[in-house]
C-alpha cells in the first residue's frame, strides 16, 4: 500500500513550526493540491482555519495538537505518524452558513464550523427576535447574546454559555442564550439539523449587536439567518477511540 502524500501546515507559534520542520523532513511535505491528507499543527483555532482554508480540496485533515485546548486535535507524536493516519477513523461534519444583513443594507456571508453567535455591542442588552423555518418562535429575547452552534461546536463557545452538548450523529443544532434576562435565565432549544434559524435585532441603533461565524465578525447587523450547509463537508481524522463521538460524551463526565 503506498505511503499517502502529506500537506503540512502549522500556526505560527514557535511550537508548531518546530513541528513542521520536524515532521517535513521525516515524511515528505507536497503542495495542498496533491496531498492525500492534511495535517495541521497547533489548536483549535488553527484547526477551524485549516478547514475552512481547504474545504474545496475533498481531501480529509488530521490535527496533532501545538495549542492549548485541541478539542479537535490528536495528540502530538512524531514518530509513527504513518500508522496513524491509516488507523485514524473519519468524522464528517457541515457548516452553518450565515447571512447577515446591517443597517447599510449590505448583504455579509459566513461558514461556520462551531458557531455564529450574535453579540451585544454597546453598554445595553440585545433584544432579539427569533424565528424557526419562518414561524415566529419568541417576540423578544433580551440578552447579551444569543448563538446557534453544530455538535462539533457544541463544547465551545455553546458549552461556556450553558448550553446542551450535542452528539455528532444526532442531527440537531443548539440555539443558546447568552446572559437572557427576560425571559429571565432561558436556555435554548435544540433545533433540527434542517431548520432555518432567523434572528432580527429589535432597536438596532439603541441596542447594536455584532454577529460573529468562526471569527468573521459582521457589525451593526439589523437580521441574521443560520442554516446548516449539507453541499460543503469537512472531514476529521482521529486516532481510534478519541473521535469526536467520544470526545463529546467524555466531556459531559468531566
Not at 515528505?28 to 485549516?50: E, H, N, R, S
Not at 468524522?91 to 461558514?111: C, K
Not at 444526532?170 to 434572528?199: I, N, Q, Y
Amino acid at each position: 500500500m503506498p505511503r499517502p502524500k502529506i500537506a503540512f501546515v502549522a500556526s505560527p507559534v514557535p511550537i508548531a513550526q518546530t513541528a513542521l520542520r520536524e515532521l517535513a523532513a521525516a515524511y515528505g511535505d507536497v503542495p495542498q493540491a496533491k496531498a492525500d491528507v492534511i495535517v495541521a499543527l497547533g489548536g483549535d483555532g488553527f484547526m477551524l482555519q485549516t478547514l475552512h482554508a481547504t474545504q474545496g480540496l475533498d481531501v480529509p485533515v488530521y490535527g496533532m495538537n501545538r495549542g492549548t485546548v485541541g478539542f479537535l486535535m490528536n495528540e502530538f507524536h512524531a514518530d509513527d505518524l504513518q500508522q496513524r493516519l491509516d488507523e485514524a477513523e473519519e468524522e464528517v461534519i457541515n457548516p452553518l452558513a450565515m447571512t447577515a444583513l446591517t443597517v447599510d443594507g449590505a448583504m455579509h456571508d459566513a461558514l461556520a464550523i462551531n458557531e455564529v453567535s450574535l453579540l451585544r455591542a454597546g453598554p445595553q442588552a440585545a433584544k432579539l427576535r427569533i424565528t424557526v423555518d419562518g414561524k415566529l418562535r419568541m417576540n423578544e429575547l433580551v440578552c447579551d447574546g444569543a448563538l446557534v452552534a453544530t455538535p462539533a461546536g457544541s463544547t465551545a463557545y455553546n458549552y461556556s454559555a450553558h448550553g446542551p452538548i450535542l452528539p455528532i450523529g444526532s442531527d440537531v443544532l443548539a440555539l443558546t442564550a447568552m446572559s437572557a434576562f427576560r425571559p429571565r435565565r432561558w436556555r435554548g432549544a435544540l433545533l433540527p439539523k434542517k431548520a432555518v434559524v432567523r434572528f432580527d435585532v429589535i432597536d438596532p441603533a439603541k441596542r447594536p449587536v455584532m454577529a460573529d461565524a468562526d471569527g468573521k465578525s459582521v457589525r451593526d447587523v439589523v437580521s441574521v439567518e443560520i442554516r446548516s450547509e449539507p453541499a460543503i463537508r469537512h472531514r476529521i481524522l482521529f486516532d481510534p477511540g478519541h473521535g469526536l463521538e467520544e470526545r463529546l460524551i467524555r466531556e459531559q463526565f468531566a
